[in-house]
């Protein structure tokens, strides 16, 4: 079920490319920028496998929420190995553009030549930048749309992200977040512990990636709950905010116009 | 309005296209950054600081920029550039 999306890496390891101990909360983005850097080229083939591909139901969810439409200039944060960017691509067309930005690079790499091999010609329109989702980049009021897909949870300065994000947002415009579901409901939160423990971290374990896996559930305990993210969205200055539970309540996608 | 379609120029020896440097500012001043074809960056005229772009990426990553010798800075507002740099680092390191 679950996605590769979520990496945490240890906050006091001295080596950025040692495998992070289960006993040590991964805190530092050096860290997990790291983390997400050693699992690019596995990134897209697990986030499948686990989550039988349910992962492209929702991020087309996530891109149509985000009314994109043909012609928009519109950003993806923490794109990755870049799906939304490319679901994005379809919508704007040609005469729109589609800014992909991430903080790893390797996984930049990967997504450029996805682009150059997938050959359609409107991922023309696709850039790559990296950078931090926290110093954005870009004037106030760039983009027509938003999305951000398993990204918010990973990012160390959540408030900070929220407020780059409503400033380079034009007005009316909205952002979509895609995530996991902090549940109050305990059943989901059972299955999401059980899915991560029984399925998630043996299938990482076959490709060295256990102890980067391991702390998916407590990336989960630690994300915000669908009411705590509206909240959010209201107290940055989104004059609308709405969190939807999909995936049967595993997951969420936080809605807010500015 | 009709819309027309954007053309992308790319700058072969920087490897960033014309539309996308003119949509980029600086992460931490905010300010418009400036194509450098010499060294293959993005300049924050503003703080004195280059940005890299590799393999047509552009790595606009604060704690990735290069801070530049006085000279290689052109300065549109000498006041603008010290206000950002006091505020952002203050150390004079990013």
């Excluded at chain 1, 997990?32 to 050693?38: D, E, G, N, V």
């Amino acid at each position: 079920m679950a996605s590769l999306h979520f990496l945490l890496r240890p906050s006091s390891n001295p080596n950025p490319l040692a495998l992070p101990s289960r006993s040590r909360p991964v805190r530092c983005a050096n860290e997990r920028q790291a983390l997400f850097s050693r699992i690019a080229p596995v990134y897209d083939n697990l986030n499948d496998f686990l989550s039988l591909g349910q992962h492209r139901i929702w991020k087309r969810m996530a891109v149509s929420w985000s009314r994109a439409k043909r012609g928009d200039d519109v950003l993806d944060l923490c794109c990755g190995s870049g799906d939304l960017a490319f679901l994005l691509s379809e919508r704007v067309g040609s005469d729109g553009k589609v800014i992909g930005f991430d903080f790893s690079r390797e996984q930049l790499l990967v997504a450029s030549s996805r682009q150059h091999l997938l050959l359609k010609a409107c991922y023309k329109n696709i850039e790559w930048i990296e950078g931090d989702a926290t110093k954005l980049p870009f004037s106030d009021c760039s983009f027509d749309a938003i999305t951000m897909g398993y990204g918010l949870r990973n990012v160390l300065d959540r408030c900070k992200a929220m407020q780059e994000m409503f400033r380079v947002l034009k007005p009316g415009s909205r952002v979509s977040i895609l995530d996991f579901n902090k549940s109050s409901k305990p059943f989901i939160t059972s299955i999401q512990g059980w899915m991560i423990d029984n399925v998630v971290v043996p299938v990482a374990t076959g490709y060295g990636l256990a102890d980067e896996y391991a702390y998916l559930k407590s990336s989960v305990q630690e994300f915000l709950t669908g009411k705590e993210l509206e909240k959010l969205a209201l107290e940055t200055g989104f004059s609308d905010a709405k969190h939807y539970e999909i995936g049967g309540g595993i997951m969420g996608n936080l809605v807010a116009k500015r | 309005m009709v819309r027309v379609s954007r053309v992308l120029l790319r700058d072969a020896r920087v490897g960033i296209n014309k539309t996308l440097s003119e949509i980029l500012v600086c992460p931490l001043s905010k300010q418009p950054l400036r194509v450098c074809e010499e060294s293959g960056s993005l300049i924050s005229d503003a703080i004195g600081v280059s940005y890299p772009v590799v393999d047509g990426i552009p790595s606009l990553v604060p704690k990735d920029g290069k801070i530049l010798a006085t000279d290689d800075i052109e300065k549109p507002d000498s006041d603008v550039a010290l206000d950002s740099a006091n505020k952002e680092y203050p150390s004079g390191t990013l």
